[in-house]
C-alpha cells in the first residue's frame, strides 16, 4: 500500500501522543470499576447543588481543553449526581441496573464505530444474530424478523406502524391515513404504557384511535369489555384493526389474558401485538415463565433489553412474525441506497426494518452479555427479581402499619404506609413525603403511583444488585421515617 505522507498541518482527531492517551483511558476504566465496587456504600442518588448545576451554562467551547480535565469534571460534577439506577437499592420506575460487560461492549461498538443501517460487516452479523436469538428466547417461529432499536417505546411503535399498515387496506407509503376508508381502532387496557398515546400521535391516528378497555381487580384487560367495545366499534362503522396487550403493565407488572386476547384477535381478525417491555422476557425463567405464556402468538412484540437483560441504556427490540408486512411498512426506495451484488454494500438493508436509517451498534452488549452469561443465567435473574417481590410482599403483609395495594404478579411491589387517623389525601402527602425522603437521604429510590384513584409507593426490581437485605432495610426505613413524620413538631 502507498504510504501517506505525515503531514501536522491537517487536523485529525487522533491523539498527538497515544501513550499518553493509553494511560488516561486505562485510568478511566480502573476509576470504572471501583465505582462500581463502591456502589453499594454510596448514596443512591442525590440532588445536584446549584452552584455546580451553574457550571453548566455558558457557551460552547472555542478552544480545546486537555482530556484529562475534561475527564476530571466527569469524575467530579457528573458521577455524584447520577440518576442511581446502577445502585443495589433502586427501584424507581422499572428500568435495569446496566453491568460492566455492556458497558465495555459500548465502548468498543464506539470504537469499532461501524453503521449499522446497513452493509456487509460482522457487525451486521452481530446485530442480525442477536435479532435472531432473541426471536428463538421469545419463540417466534423461523422467519419472523426483528430490529434492534434505542428503547422499548420506539420497538412498540415499530409493531404498531406495522400494525397500522398491514390493516389500512390503502398503501400508505403512497395515500395517507385520510385515505383510510373507515377509522382505525387499536385497544389497549387502562393501564397500558403512555408511549402507545404517543404513538397514535406520530402514527396521524389521533388519541381516539386507542380505545382504553377497563381491568378487573387484578389489573388485567377485561375480556367482555374488550368484546364488547370492538363490537361496538364495528357496529359504528370504525375498523378495529389491533390489540394491544400489555405483559407486564407499569403500575403493578399484571399481565393481560394474552392467550384469550390471542384468539380473540384469530376470530375476529385483528392484529395483536404485545408490549413486553416488562413482561416479555420472563418467557427465558424457568419460574415465572407461565405468567407470559401465550406471547409468542403476537403478531408484533416489543421488547426492552435495558430492563430485562440490564443491559446498559439503551436497547430495544421489536420482533414481527410476518417479515414481509414488517419490510414493506419500513423500506422506501432510493436510489443512493441500492443493494449492490458485490462489495460493502452487497448486504440487506437492515434500516429496512425499522425508522432509523444510521444505525449504532448497540447489538455487541447484547451479543456479548448473552454469550457472556447464558440465557440461563439471565432466566435465573429474572426468577430472582420476582422472589425478591415475593419476599417484600411478604413483608408487607406482616406489617400492621403497611397496605398492599395491588396483588404482586411479578416484580413490582405496590404498598403504603398506612397510620390511622389519616384520610386518602392525608396518606398521600404522607406516603410522598416518604419516597421523598428515601431519595434525598440516598438510602433507596422508589417511586409511586395512584391506582384506583388511592396513592401508593411503588417498587419495581428490575437490578440484579439487589438483595434480600436491601429490601429488608427498606421496610424497615420506611416505618421509620412514617413514624417520625407522626411526631408532633
Ligand atoms: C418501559 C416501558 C415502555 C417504554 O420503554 P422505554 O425503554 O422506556 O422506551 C413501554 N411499555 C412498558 C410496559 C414499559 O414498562
Not at 328 to 340: H, K, N, P, R, S
Amino acid at each position: 500500500m502507498a504510504r501517506i505522507r505525515e503531514d501536522a498541518s491537517e487536523i485529525s482527531l487522533d491523539p498527538d501522543n497515544w501513550d499518553e492517551m493509553r494511560r488516561l483511558a486505562h485510568g478511566m476504566v480502573d476509576d470504572a470499576i471501583a465505582r462500581l465496587q463502591g456502589l453499594r456504600d454510596g448514596p443512591v442518588w442525590q440532588p445536584m447543588p446549584a452552584a455546580t448545576r451553574q457550571g453548566f451554562e455558558g457557551p460552547p467551547p472555542a478552544k480545546g481543553t486537555p482530556l484529562d480535565a475534561v475527564y476530571a469534571d466527569v469524575t467530579g460534577t457528573l458521577y455524584p449526581y447520577a440518576m442511581g439506577n446502577i445502585h443495589p437499592r433502586f427501584w424507581g420506575w422499572y428500568m435495569g441496573a446496566g453491568c460492566l460487560t455492556g458497558a465495555l461492549a459500548d465502548f468498543l461498538a464506539g470504537v469499532d464505530g461501524t453503521n449499522l443501517g446497513g452493509g456487509d460487516t460482522g457487525a451486521a452479523q452481530v446485530d442480525l444474530q442477536v435479532t435472531d436469538w432473541l426471536r428463538q428466547m421469545m419463540g417466534f417461529p423461523e422467519g419472523a424478523s426483528g430490529i434492534l432499536v434505542n428503547a422499548g417505546s420506539m420497538a412498540n411503535i415499530v409493531g404498531l406502524t406495522a400494525a397500522r399498515n398491514a390493516m389500512a387496506g390503502v398503501d400508505l407509503h403512497q395515500q395517507s391515513v385520510a385515505d383510510i376508508a373507515a377509522p382505525l381502532r387499536f385497544y389497549a387496557s387502562d393501564q397500558v404504557h403512555n408511549c402507545h398515546m404517543k404513538a397514535m400521535n406520530l402514527l396521524g391516528l389521533g388519541a381516539k384511535a386507542l380505545v382504553r378497555v377497563p381491568t378487573d381487580d387484578a389489573f388485567q384487560m377485561d375480556m367482555d369489555a374488550l368484546r364488547k367495545a370492538i363490537q361496538a366499534d364495528r357496529e359504528a362503522g370504525l375498523r378495529p384493526a389491533c390489540v394491544i396487550a400489555t405483559a407486564g403493565t407499569t403500575n403493578t407488572s399484571s399481565i393481560d389474558p394474552v392467550p384469550e386476547i390471542a384468539d380473540l384477535c384469530g376470530e375476529e381478525g385483528l392484529w395483536l401485538h404485545v408490549d413486553g417491555c416488562i413482561g416479555a422476557m420472563f418467557a427465558i425463567a424457568p419460574e415465572s415463565r407461565h405468567l407470559v405464556a401465550g406471547i409468542d402468538r403476537a403478531d408484533s412484540l416489543a421488547l426492552d433489553l435495558h430492563k430485562g437483560l440490564q443491559a446498559p441504556f439503551d436497547v430495544g427490540c421489536a420482533l414481527v412474525r410476518d417479515r414481509r408486512i414488517h419490510r414493506a411498512t419500513f423500506a422506501e426506495d432510493a436510489e443512493y441506497l441500492q443493494v449492490a451484488t458485490r462489495g460493502l454494500a452487497a448486504a440487506e438493508f437492515l434500516h429496512d426494518y425499522g425508522p432509523e436509517t444510521s444505525r449504532g451498534f448497540r447489538a455487541l452488549k447484547v451479543w456479548m452479555m448473552l454469550r457472556q452469561f447464558g440465557v440461563e443465567t439471565f432466566g435465573r435473574m429474572l426468577d430472582q427479581t420476582v422472589a425478591q417481590a415475593r419476599h417484600l410482599t411478604s413483608l408487607v403483609e406482616k406489617e400492621p402499619q403497611l397496605a398492599l395495594m395491588a396483588p404482586t404478579v411479578a416484580a413490582v411491589v405496590c404498598f403504603r404506609h398506612e397510620p390511622d387517623g389519616l384520610d386518602e389525601a392525608g396518606l398521600r402527602a404522607h406516603n410522598t413525603e416518604i419516597m421523598l425522603r428515601l431519595q434525598e437521604t440516598g438510602i433507596a429510590v422508589i417511586s409511586d403511583t395512584t391506582l384506583r384513584g388511592r396513592h401508593c409507593l411503588r417498587v419495581a426490581i428490575c437490578n440484579h444488585r439487589t438483595r434480600s437485605e436491601d429490601l429488608d432495610l427498606l421496610v424497615a426505613e420506611v416505618l421509620r421515617i412514617g413514624a417520625d413524620l407522626l411526631q408532633p413538631a
